[in-house]
């Protein structure tokens, strides 16, 4: 039996709009049956740093206590 998965696409930018000259483009993806949790959990995530549960999580100026955060709640 196949597992079906939801993929989340995200890009750096807008070449024609933003004047870059590349583009990243990004994904991750998780079991369907798991990103209700996963939703859940990443609104706790941002609700615990003071963030509103409907913010956008960007990653244009990491800081290090951020990235502490991050591999201390994910890894």
Same mark, same amino acid.
């Given at each position: %039996?196949?597992? =079906?998965?939801? =993929?989340?696409? $995200?890009?750096?930018? !807008? *070449?024609?709009? $933003?004047?870059?000259? /590349? %583009?990243? @483009?990004? /994904?991750? #993806?998780?079991?369907? $049956?798991?990103? +209700?949790? =996963? /939703?859940? +959990? @990443?609104?706790?995530?941002?609700?615990? !740093?003071?963030?509103?549960? *409907?913010?956008?999580?960007? #990653?244009? =100026?990491? +800081?290090? !206590? #951020? *990235?502490?955060?991050?591999?201390?709640?994910? %890894?």
């Amino acid at each position: %039996m196949s597992e =079906i998965y939801n =993929i989340y696409c $995200d890009e750096s930018c !807008h *070449l024609e709009n $933003d004047r870059q000259k /590349a %583009m990243v @483009l990004g /994904a991750v #993806w998780c079991p369907l $049956d798991k990103s +209700r949790e =996963i /939703a859940v +959990r @990443l609104r706790e995530i941002k609700q615990k !740093h003071g963030f509103s549960s *409907l913010f956008e999580v960007k #990653w244009t =100026i990491p +800081r290090s !206590h #951020w *990235l502490t955060e991050f591999l201390l709640t994910f %890894m």
